[in-house]
């Protein structure tokens, strides 16, 4: 496929299956941006531009692949930007259920052409979820493998620094 996409999401924090997900679109689409949603209602772990530092450094190898962030509604950040696709990552039916309400909402919203591609978490990564993470980590368990070093790294810090 060709064309300039986008994939969004809160990375708080970015894990390995959102990493899995990106690599695989960025082998798809001729341009990824990485969206990084800024919601004001939502007590994150990392701020916008930490979150925006940790992804860049973890997809610094793929030159097709920027990192931006955004506020407000989806379709208007989708419709100024230009993107052809926005990329929606799956892991389970309960994510297809939300997803799809989503994908049908944002069709109204989204210029004429723009479409919403579905890619399914590769198996592996399946049960992993940001908040997940957050838990186990803050709770001093094992999260090695489950998000790039990097990213492990600043999780722990940020618990120690709280």
């Keep these: 496929m060709t064309g300039k996409a986008l994939y969004t999401g809160s990375f708080d924090p970015m894990t390995n299956g959102h990493l899995d997900i990106i690599r695989r679109a960025s082998r798809m689409f001729d341009e990824l941006t990485v969206g990084v949603i800024v919601n004001p209602?939502?007590?994150?772990?990392?701020?916008?531009?930490?979150?925006?530092?940790?992804?860049?450094?973890?997809?610094?190898?793929?030159?097709?692949?920027?990192?931006?962030?955004?506020?407000?509604?989806?379709?208007?950040?989708?419709?100024?930007?230009?993107?052809?696709l926005v990329v929606r990552g799956l892991r389970a039916t309960t994510d297809f259920e939300y997803e799809i309400q989503m994908a049908q909402m944002n069709a109204r919203l989204f210029n004429d052409g723009v479409e919403s591609v579905f890619l399914m978490t590769s198996p592996e990564y399946s049960f992993i979820s940001s908040s997940m993470i957050k838990e186990v980590v803050s709770l001093h368990g094992d999260a090695e493998g489950l998000v790039p070093d990097v990213v492990l790294q600043r999780i722990i810090e940020k618990f120690k620094e709280n």
């Design 41 to 84: 209602s939502k007590n994150c772990l990392f701020t916008e531009q930490e979150r925006v530092e940790m992804i860049k450094e973890v997809v610094k190898d793929l030159e097709n692949v920027k990192v931006d962030t955004f506020k407000g509604l989806l379709a208007d950040y989708v419709n100024s930007g230009g993107f052809d």
